[in-house]
Nanobody, 121 residues
């Protein structure tokens, strides 16, 4: 059973930095290697939105609101994806979720349970 576990959230002052991690278990590294991994966030009262995605090729996509402040990366041998966030703003406060997409004949999606990021002004 695939499981995604996020960590690294917390309380930080505006302008600070955090690094989130998402570790995937129940999947071998050869499958993780081809997965599209993403970070999404959901603030209270808002819809969940994409923050960043990284493909198997390493190609990345970022939301305009976080571009130049956030970097997504992956460590395939460790089945882990990271989100390095800097210059954090109060509006970055949200629950951050990791998502795995396996694209093929059948499409599968898996979500982690989220980690809270709170940015104080």
């Amino acid at each position: 059973q695939v499981q995604l576990v996020e960590s690294g959230g917390g309380l930080v002052q505006a302008g600070g930095s955090l690094r989130l991690s998402c570790a995937a278990s129940g999947i071998n590294s050869s499958t993780f290697r081809v997965a599209v991994m993403g970070w999404y966030r959901q603030a209270t009262g808002n819809q969940r939105e994409m923050v960043a995605r990284i493909r198997a090729s390493g190609a990345t996509t970022y939301a305009d609101s976080v571009k130049d402040r956030i970097t997504i990366s992956r460590d395939n041998p460790r089945n882990t994806v990271y989100l390095q966030m800097s210059s954090l703003r109060p509006e970055d406060t949200a629950a951050y979720y990791c998502k795995m997409e396996l694209l093929g004949v059948n499409r599968y999606e898996y979500w982690g349970q989220g980690t809270q990021v709170t940015v104080s002004s």
